[in-house]
């Protein structure tokens, strides 16, 4: 079992920045792929970014693709996503997930079924 506790949601202002963090505990050396999905209101769940190891692969949705940046830590078992320039339409709960397994693409990394294990969430609110 893998245990993520996602933190850094908050409120902020249109064009500001945050930064989540998702530590992973427990069987840790089975993650691979760390990511990081989001859900709107009233919206079905959506990819944001994931990022593998070792390989490196990173991928982003289009949209948000310039404005956050994932990385992950492995010695401290934590991925991070940087977000900047936020928008009202970023509003959302951001998940964290893994994947034991590498995903090659985009396609793969977006597919919320390829991934093993959840954090609860951590609210984020941008106001106009």
């Known amino acids: 079992q893998v245990q993520l506790v996602e933190s850094g949601g908050g409120l902020v202002q249109a064009g500001g920045s945050l930064r989540l963090s998702c530590v992973a505990s427990?069987?840790?050396?089975?993650?691979?792929?760390m990511a990081w999905f989001r859900q709107a209101p009233g919206k079905e769940r959506e990819f944001v970014a994931a990022k593998s190891w070792p390989t490196d692969n990173t991928y982003y949705t289009d949209s948000m693709k310039g404005r956050f940046t994932i990385s992950r830590d492995n010695a401290k078992r934590t991925s991070y996503l940087q977000m900047n320039s936020l928008k009202p339409e970023d509003t959302a709960a951001y998940y964290c997930?893994?994947?034991?397994?590498?995903?090659?693409?985009?396609?793969?990394?977006?597919?919320?079924?390829?991934?093993?294990?959840w954090g609860q969430g951590t609210q984020v609110t941008v106001s106009s």
């Open positions: 997930a893994v994947a034991t397994s590498d995903l090659w693409t985009l396609v793969l990394a977006a597919d919320e079924g390829r991934y093993n294990y």
């Open positions: 427990g069987r840790t050396f089975s993650v691979t792929t």
